[in-house]
Nanobody, 125 residues
Framework: QVTLEESGGELVQTGGSLRLACTASERTTGRYVMAWFRQAPGKEREFVAALRRNGGITSYGDSVKGRFTISRGDAKIAVYLQMNSLQPDDTAVYYC??????????????????WGQGTQVTVSS
């Protein structure tokens, strides 16, 4: 059982930046694909980014490509999400997830076993 906890969400103005962090209760490197998803009110959970188990291979949702960067942390930080050029449409609760999806399924929430409680990101216009 892996416990995940997100941090770093806050209110930011359009065009601003934030860095989210996901801490894990045990080592995730080499064991799990780490991913970020987000969910806005009234919308389905949306894939944001994923980082493969053993290396630097990353995947991004179309709406965040070129603006967001996922990276592996150290010690207790399993993964970061650097978010730049934030827009009001980025407003959502952001979730960290860990799982073992196959390459073509990293964007599917149901492929992930463990989830954090989420952190709120609000982008004001």
């Amino acid at each position: 059982q892996v416990t995940l906890e997100e941090s770093g969400g806050e209110l930011v103005q359009t065009g601003g930046s934030l860095r989210l962090a996901c801490t894990a209760s045990e080592r995730t490197t080499g064991r799990y694909v780490m991913a970020w998803f987000r969910q806005a009110p009234g919308k389905e959970r949306e894939f944001v980014a994923a980082l493969r188990r053993n290396g630097g291979i990353t995947s991004y949702g179309d709406s965040v490509k070129g603006r967001f960067t996922i990276s592996r942390g150290d010690a207790k930080i399993a993964v970061y999400l650097q978010m730049n050029s934030l827009q009001p449409d980025d407003t959502a609760v952001y979730y960290c997830a860990a799982g073992t999806p196959i390459t073509g399924a990293v964007h599917m929430p149901r492929m992930y076993y463990y989830w954090g409680q989420g952190t709120q990101v609000t982008v004001s216009s």
